[in-house]
C-alpha cells in the first residue's frame, strides 16, 4: 500500500489533528524526510497552512488539540507539541502541555525546529543574503565548496533540497551533494 492509503486507512480519512473530512493530504513532519507513517500525518489544508505559517493561525482552530495530543502516533504527538508551544501564550494550552508526555527521541524532533524555544535562546541559521532558514529549505551553493573526506567539490549553482539544521551552530546546516550527506556553512548558500 502507499504511504497515503496507509495513513486514510489509520485515520479513518479523517484529519489526525482536528478530525476533518476535506481537502486531506499527507504532511511529513520536518525535519524528518523519509515519508513513512511514524513520520507522516494525514491532515487538512486548514491544519497545514496554520502549521506551515505561523502568522494565519487561529488558536480557536486548535483547541482539537486536547484530543489529537493523545495520539500514539509520533507525528501527530510532535505537531501538538509544537502548536501548544506555538499558543501557550493563550493560556489553555499551557496546561495541556503539562500532561503531553514524548519520548525523548521524540522530544527531540519536536524541538527541532526551533518551536517552543524562547526567542533569546532560539539559535537561528541565516543564509549568505541573512534569510533566515528552516528544516525542509532547499538552498543553492553561491561557490565552489571542497568537501573534506569525499574528494569532491560540490559545484557553484548546486541545489541542496530538504536541509536540516545544526542545533548547536547557527553557521552550520547539512545536507546531501551527490549523494554524500555533508556538513555546509550557511554564509556559502541562499535560500532558493
Known amino acids: 500500500m502507499s504511504l497515503e492509503k496507509d495513513l486514510h486507512s489509520r485515520s479513518n480519512s479523517t484529519c489526525e489533528i482536528c478530525a476533518s473530512t476535506e481537502n486531506l493530504s499527507v504532511y511529513t513532519v520536518p525535519p524528518k524526510f523519509d515519508e513513512n507513517t511514524d513520520h507522516s500525518a494525514l491532515i487538512c489544508n486548514v491544519c ?17 488539540l486536547n484530543e489529537s495530543m493523545w495520539s500514539e502516533v509520533p507525528a501527530v504527538k510532535v505537531i501538538a507539541w509544537r502548536m501548544l508551544n506555538r499558543l501557550k501564550s493563550e493560556g489553555w494550552p499551557q496546561d495541556l502541555l503539562e500532561m503531553l508526555y514524548l519520548e525523548e527521541d521524540d522530544l527531540k524532533w519536536a524541538k527541532a525546529t526551533g518551536e517552543g524555544i524562547d526567542e533569546e535562546d532560539r539559535i537561528i541559521h541565516k543564509d549568505s543574503n541573512g534569510v533566515i532558514l528552516q528544516a525542509g529549505d532547499t538552498v543553492v551553493l553561491i561557490k565552489d565548496l571542497d568537501v573534506k573526506g569525499a574528494n569532491f567539490t560540490a559545484k557553484r549553482g548546486t541545489a541542496v533540497r530538504n536541509i536540516t539544521l545544526v542545533d548547536n551552530n547557527p553557521e552550520h546546516i547539512e545536507g546531501k551533494v551527490d549523494g554524500q550527506h555533508i556538513v555546509i556553512l550557511t554564509k556559502f548558500v541562499k535560500k532558493s
Open 48 to 64: 497545514l497552512s496554520q502549521i506551515v505559517d505561523a502568522d494565519k493561525t487561529d488558536a480557536n482552530h486548535w483547541r482539537c
